[in-house]
């Protein structure tokens, strides 16, 4: 273990707060009047082939939160006699005792039976070290976990509960959940998993005026790379309800995000990194050379988080007030999931239009290779929509589509899908407002048409969603035109017809089902 002498050099708090060297992973942990945030390095230098290179955790303190010490490296994975590699990302939490225990993720040695990545804890009497090993072994290793992957022990977060109960999350692909003795360095319990909306890895535990937090990375198994997402409990091991997205991923180059989370002094604070910087040398950042950043971080009155907003100021421009933050907080109004179904209720529904329907967007025969979000294609939409005719005049009674996972509607967003008949200047014929606190999986979801709705025949309408740009706020899935039964319909982004790679036209999963 090699730790290095406390440097004089203060770090001005703009994004990226850390200048010196490229970090990652932050986490942070207030001790006193002092906040310190653990990093992990990247060292990549740019030789051809070369990915992550990370073997040490280093640490930085501020007591104003703008003037930042750099501390070096503080401990590196030798400091693991059981360690073969990689010193990936970390917290420290202060136990009972007084001690301060780091929890990490490192490759374990192949001859000693671990070879995968694993968990492990070091204690020290400060939160800078210096650091030993706390029990020899990894806390958690690979068959702990049974499952297809080899690197699904890594991030752990802990928390300690008012009782004195520590917890400890941790996983990629699944996030595993279990609870730990008071002595911070054995396990209490069986490891469970938890069910959370598109999680990725990197989760957070925290806990505020009685509600547990969890935040995690998510969305970078659909193609996205990383967001951040969250959910909240009333028990650490009751059941975790989503709540949706709390920021988009930074990028240019960064696909990667990885939070960190404190109140300090009664204000909160948002960790996470981006590709901003550039070192004296000239080396830029990239996904593997990345930069720790920070935000204010805001709590809504009814304990949800306002979406957390990432600025090149960061920590040097001033918080705002908590009356700021009250002024802006717009509840979803009562009834606003009327006409949406629920998520339970979606998952029983059956996908079956060709049989009852009167028009259909699509057969959904999943040869498209791609799916449609406002994010994802033609560099993000503020309208998808989908077509269709039919042959006599109709109540509607419902409309469904067939949709995938989504962020959900956020706060105070006014997200709706909308029926017009199609043509420039048409009036809106039936509106359909979104709002739904838990995610959407893949099934379809039902609009319930208001009374009166008549569609004539001959004519052309369109449904379209309407939604911000760059945000995903449901995956609305497409299949190719050339397989599907119904010829008259066409999908469309921002008023453009969109087709496949051979130029054929495809279809947004929608049917319209009549009251009669």
């Known amino acids: 273990m ?3 002498c406390i440097l004089a050099t203060s770090l001005l708090a703009t994004n990226p707060v850390f200048k010196d060297v490229f970090t990652a992973d932050p986490a942070p942990i207030v001790d006193g009047d002092t906040c310190y945030v653990i990093t992990t390095q990247d060292e990549n230098d740019g030789t051809p082939g070369q990915w992550l290179i990370m073997n040490n955790w280093r640490a930085y303190s501020s007591k104003d939160m703008k003037n930042w010490k750099s501390h070096g490296v503080v401990m590196d994975w030798r400091t693991y006699a059981w360690g073969a590699s990689d010193s990936w990302a970390s917290q420290v939490v202060k136990g009972a ?25 070091a204690v020290s009497d400060t939160p800078i070290g210096p650091w030993k090993d706390a029990i020899g072994k990894p806390l958690i290793k690979d068959s702990d976990t049974p499952s297809p992957y080899g690197w699904d022990d890594i991030d752990p977060t802990v928390m300690i509960d008012d009782d004195g109960t520590p917890w400890m999350a941790w996983g990629n692909p699944v996030c595993y959940l279990v609870k730990l003795k008071r002595n911070m360095v054995e396990l209490d319990g069986e490891i469970k998993t938890l069910a959370l909306p598109n999680y990725t890895e990197g989760p957070w535990l925290f806990k505020r005026n009685g509600l547990y937090y969890l935040v995690y990375v998510s969305h970078n198994h659909l193609g996205y790379g990383e967001k951040v997402s969250y959910a909240t409990a009333e028990r650490m091991d009751g059941e975790w309800t989503h709540r949706g997205l ?35 040398s000239g080396l830029h950042g990239n996904s593997n050379r990345r930069s720790v950043c920070a935000d204010y971080m805001y709590f809504n009155p009814d304990g949800t988080i306002r979406t957390i907003e990432m600025t090149k100021e960061g920590l040097a421009a001033a918080p705002k007030t908590q009356a700021e933050i009250d002024s802006a907080f717009k509840p979803v109004a009562p009834g606003a999931t009327s006409t949406f179904k629920t998520f339970d209720e979606m998952r029983k529904l059956t996908w079956n239009p060709g049989k ?55 706060e105070g967003e006014d997200l709706a899908f909308e029926l017009r008949e199609d043509g420039e200047g048409k009036p809106v014929l039936a509106r359909f407002p979104l709002s739904y606190p838990k995610p959407l999986f893949r099934g379809p ?63 947004f999963g929608l049917a319209v089902y009549a009251a009669d």
């Open 97 to 121: 005792d007084g001690r301060f225990y780091h929890y990490t993720t490192l490759v374990g040695r192949g001859d000693l039976g671990y070879g995968c990545r694993c968990t492990g804890v």
């Open 246 to 280: 709390l920021c988009e991923n930074p990028g240019f180059d960064s696909y990667g995000i990885h939070p960190g989370i404190c109140e300090f002094k009664g204000q909160w604070y948002f960790f996470y990194f981006n590709d901003r910087l550039v070192l004296p």
């Open 2 to 4: 090699s730790v290095a």
């Open 356 to 410: 009852t329907a009167i028009a259909t967007g699509s057969q959904l025969y999943y040869d498209f290779p791609e799916y449609m979000t406002h994010r994802k294609e033609w560099g993000g939409a503020e309208r998808l929509g989908q077509t269709f005719a039919i042959d006599r005049d109709v109540a509607v009674d419902r409309i469904a589509v067939f949709v995938g996972n989504g962020d959900g509607a956020a």
């Open 445 to 507: 979801l039902e609009l319930k048409a208001p009374s009166g709705l008549v569609l004539k025949a001959g004519r052309t309408y369109v449904l379209e969603l309407a939604a911000k740009r760059k945000t995903s706020p449901i995956v609305w899935f497409v299949s190719r035109h050339g397989r599907d039964v119904y010829p008259r319909g066409e999908a469309r982004v921002d008023g453009r017809r969109i087709s496949d790679k051979e130029g054929r036209g495809v279809d």
